[in-house]
């Protein structure tokens, strides 16, 4: 990657993913010692809308889709797919690898352009934004369901944005496994997509031949509206 300084998780730094890594992708190496934590969220999503789940007219929003896998995935099979995301490169390459879902530049910020208008059924999010919790008064049909996975075990705003507008948490799941990054470039990558520059010296005192062991984690939540 260009190693020119952006401001880490700017529209700047998601753009420069896009065009060097293709999509929103995690530009370190890494090696689990189990099972990809980010399955839990994958599981509930399919449990919803997968293979032999009756969906058809199921509407769904998907808050920052990235380059679009999970509405390539998933969008033919419902009844409506609109996803957002603010980074211009990720919307153009989500309109082509999800010609089925209906993509849109937005921040969760402002006036709900047209497209994005409900109501939803479900809303998910992939590590996507938080603000849109916010939005889900708007958004959202009666007896609709929120489902977010975020890249930490603590998303703390989470909790406390769906309490503020009413909903109710069915669940929560904080998954932590094993894993090692193998360079010490890996791990300046990754400190500086976490925010946690003051880890960078755990590699000089603990890493080892096979680089250094850390954990990857994840929190999944899902909530209803009950209204």
Request: proline letters at 11%; a neutral charge; glycine letters at 10%.
């Amino acid at each position: 990657m260009n190693t020119e300084p952006l401001k880490p998780h700017s529209r700047e730094w998601y753009a420069r993913l896009a065009r060097e890594l293709g999509g929103y992708r995690h530009p370190w190496a890494r090696v689990l010692d189990g099972p990809d934590p980010e399955l839990t969220f994958d599981a509930l999503l399919t449990e919803r809308l997968g293979p032999g789940v009756r969906v058809p007219a199921v509407r769904v929003l998907e808050a920052g889709c990235g380059h679009g896998p999970d509405a390539a995935r998933f969008a033919s099979g419902v009844g409506r797919w609109a996803a957002f995301d603010m980074v211009p490169e990720l919307v153009a390459q989500a309109r082509v690898n999800a010609p089925h879902a209906d993509i849109h530049e937005w921040n969760a910020k402002g006036e709900v352009p047209p497209g994005l208008r409900g109501p939803f059924d479900l809303i998910v999010s992939r590590r996507g934004p938080t603000s849109v919790i916010l939005r889900l008064p708007e958004l959202a049909a009666p007896g609709a369901e929120f489902l977010y996975v975020g890249p930490r075990l603590d998303v703390p705003q989470v909790p406390g944005r769906l309490a503020a507008v009413g909903w109710e948490v069915r669940g929560e799941w904080r998954i932590s496994v094993r894993a090692r990054v193998p360079t010490r470039a890996d791990w300046v990558t990754r400190c500086e997509w976490m925010n946690a520059p003051e880890r960078l010296p755990e590699w000089d005192v603990h890493a080892g031949p096979d680089g250094l062991p850390y954990r990857e984690e994840r929190y999944v939540v899902l909530a209803s509206n009950l209204s």
